[in-house]
């Protein structure tokens, strides 16, 4: 039958972030007028009470000791006990205001002043002096105006006011924090935009590196590459054919140079240099030995071998003496130097013509550029990461909270939800 169905229970009405801002302002104002009335009877009895305070310690500090032998000791003691209560009774007075100022001064009180009003009396002698009614007056007033400030502070809780305005606050952090996405959001776009300009800068600086590398003065600078390689090759043959040539004078060189070292040969300066410099880089020392200069040499190792200064055996002697011979009459050497002068030559006319095109500048500049370019697209990039990263962090951030206020909204058996909006 209907009357045994069981009751649904009414769906949560889902609110946005600014429609429950003000329906949780409304309600706390509510709340905090309804509980205005009550602590405003409350603060009335507290004043009263205080008072009554005031006036039991007045009566204290007006009387006189019984026992006029220790007079001057109990009025000391009781002029200490009169300032000490002034300030208590100053600590326990709370003023009508903003009801969570109220309640931080209430707790404020229990935790404090409590404390200080119960060692306080633990170690009074004026109970025990004949202040004892004056003081038990004292100490009824006091535990009167506590009650008070305890029941202060069970109302205000009771009435949940503080938990709707942790509910504000959270609200209002959720709203910064969307501030913060917002603004995160914002600088991503700037940054991506820059990136496309990036983009687009990149294209421009390619093509004019591909405008230089297809210009005549690429092509030629080129053309003059490719010839200086087929040079450099040659030079190498050259070289080979150095060594094979100087292979044949080595041995008896190497014999003339350390008689000459010795002094065992005399020779002129510009011979004995030469010698020297062929023992360190016989091919460089060649190339800028004059060619009369090194058949000279080649005459002295003759003559040193002929007359037996270099001594070899004979087939040996015989070998290297005819070798010489051949080498003087063929001008071996004298060809070989001048192909290498020749070669040498073309590859000085090929780097000078190399130097006067300045199209390497301009595609250094482009390609450091470009380099410079794609080292800001990195770094851009990499802030884009962390900036999406940090509004990441603040969405999950922002869950949380809803979630916080959800359940707290749950807790306090409000039929109403936070629903948030996507950005």
Do not use: C
């Not at 001064?105 to 002096?129: G, P, Y």
């Not at 069970?154 to 913060?180: F, G, Q, V």
């Not at 962390?386 to 206020?405: F, G, V």
């Amino acid at each position: 039958m209907w009357f045994f169905k069981k009751r649904e229970k009414k769906k949560a009405k889902q609110l946005s972030l600014e429609e429950l801002e003000k329906l949780l302002s409304e309600k706390a104002k509510e709340k905090e007028k309804e509980i205005e009335k009550k602590l405003e009877k409350r603060i009335v009895k507290l004043r009263l009470a205080l008072k009554d305070a005031k006036r039991h310690t007045k009566e204290l500090e007006r009387k006189k000791p019984k026992d006029v032998a220790i007079a001057k000791i109990i009025e000391t003691s009781k002029k200490q006990a009169v300032i000490k209560l002034n300030s208590i009774i100053d600590k326990l007075y709370i003023s009508s205001g903003n009801v969570t100022e109220i309640l931080e001064k209430a707790e404020r009180i229990n935790q404090e002043v409590e404390s200080e009003l119960r060692n306080f009396w633990k170690n009074l002698a004026l109970t025990k002096l004949g202040f004892e009614e004056e003081m038990k007056n004292i100490g009824s007033s006091l535990a009167k105006a506590l009650e008070e400030i305890n029941s202060l502070a069970k109302e205000i809780r009771e009435s949940k006011i503080d938990e709707y305005t942790l509910l504000k606050n959270k609200l209002a952090e959720i709203r910064e924090k969307k501030l913060e996405i917002k603004a995160t959001m914002e600088r991503i776009s700037e940054l991506r935009q820059k990136d496309e300009d990036l983009a687009r800068k990149e294209l421009k600086i390619k093509e004019k590196i591909k405008a230089l590398e297809n210009s005549q003065e690429n092509i030629t600078l080129n053309s003059l590459k490719e010839k200086k390689a087929e040079l450099l090759k040659k030079r190498q043959e050259l070289k080979t054919e150095f060594s094979r040539i100087f292979g044949f004078i080595d041995k008896p060189l190497r014999k003339y140079s350390q008689l000459v070292n010795s002094k065992r040969i005399a020779t002129d300066k510009e011979i004995e240099a030469i010698v020297k410099n062929l023992s360190i880089n016989p091919f460089a020392t060649f190339e800028k030995t004059p060619i009369k200069s090194f058949e000279n040499l080649l005459n002295e190792l003759i003559k040193a071998i002929e007359n037996g200064q270099i001594k070899l055996k004979e087939h040996e002697r015989e070998k290297k003496l005819n070798a010489l011979l051949e080498i003087i009459e063929l001008k071996e050497f004298y060809k070989l130097r001048q192909s290498i002068d020749e070669l040498n030559s073309a590859l000085a006319s090929i780097d000078r013509k190399a130097s006067e095109i300045k199209i390497n500048n301009k595609l250094n500049s482009f390609n450091a550029e470009l380099k410079q370019n794609e080292e800001n697209k990195q770094e851009i990039a990499a802030e884009i990461k962390n900036l999406e990263r940090e509004a990441k962090e603040l969405s999950n951030e922002i869950n949380k909270l809803k979630e916080e206020i959800n359940a707290k909204l749950k807790t306090l058996e409000e039929n109403f939800a936070l629903e948030l909006e996507d950005d």
